[in-house]
């Protein structure tokens, strides 16, 4: 294709110089690989996903105890309360964000360093949710843990857990015993939705986990081959 002034745009290309302050080469990166990675482990089963490159390399190999939010305005409320104790290590747990609970995908995972800590200077804390971020432009930010909270070990941790990220192992897990995960598991109470019919509730009832996309399962083809596919018929009217 060409340019409005009539030049091929590989023309264009090589006359360029390169301002590695934009665009650095390969051989030259900005920061070392991967970008974004996904982790794994018993606090998400099914993945979660990592934006290595916003992250701070003090917190990718790091434990710390649960700090857990349910509600979106709690959280928020919690951020600024400066009357609220936080250590700069814990691990700030924000969960039912996710696209089954609200439901959609808002962008709640932005969860902010709490005001209190930000007077002492704290820039960046290990956070952890099932929830979104549009571009993960800052900070040490798990996001979408797979399977959402009302469904997976996200949806019982309790406050003072200990949660541990390696990113080295790709592991995202809880220092909890199996067999106590279980037994909150059996006694998980999911708060019942708001939605009792229309849009919202179908949304609920049939949107897919965050490993599968979050689509909606009836709006996901079936694979090419697959038992009792009717094939497209090109050039029939």
């Given at each position: ?27 030259a ?15 998400a ?20 105890r ?15 309360d ?136 009836f709006?996901?083809?079936?694979s090419?081959g ?8 090109i050039?029939?009217?």
């Amino acid at each position: 294709t060409t340019a409005g002034d009539g030049w091929l745009w590989s023309r264009h290309v090589q006359t360029c110089a390169l301002d590695v302050s934009v665009s650095a080469p390969a051989d030259a990166a900005a920061a070392p690989a991967p970008v974004l990675a996904a982790v794994f482990g018993t606090l998400a089963p099914q993945g979660a996903v990592i934006k290595v490159a916003a992250a701070s390399a003090s917190l990718l190999q790091h434990r710390g105890r649960a700090r857990v939010f349910d509600d979106y305005e709690a959280m928020r409320e919690a951020m600024d309360d400066d009357s609220t104790s936080f250590d700069a290590s814990d691990v700030l747990v924000a969960r039912r964000f996710g696209a089954k609970a609200v439901p959609g995908m808002p962008e709640w995972g932005m969860v902010p360093v709490p005001r209190p800590l930000l007077a002492k200077g704290v820039r960046d804390m290990l956070r952890v949710t099932d929830g979104r971020m549009s571009g993960t432009s800052f900070g040490t930010v798990v996001l979408h843990v797979s399977p959402e909270a009302d469904d997976g070990p996200l949806g019982v941790v309790y406050d003072g857990d200990e949660i541990v990220l390696d990113l080295a192992d790709r592991r995202l897990d809880i220092d909890v015993p199996e067999a106590e995960l279980e037994r909150r598991a059996a006694n998980r109470i999911v708060p019942p939705s708001a939605h009792r019919r229309g849009w919202p509730r179908l949304f609920q009832e049939r949107v897919l986990p965050p490993a599968e996309g979050c689509d909606l399962d009836f709006m996901v083809p079936p694979s090419p081959g697959a038992p009792g596919l009717v094939e497209p018929v090109i050039g029939r009217s």
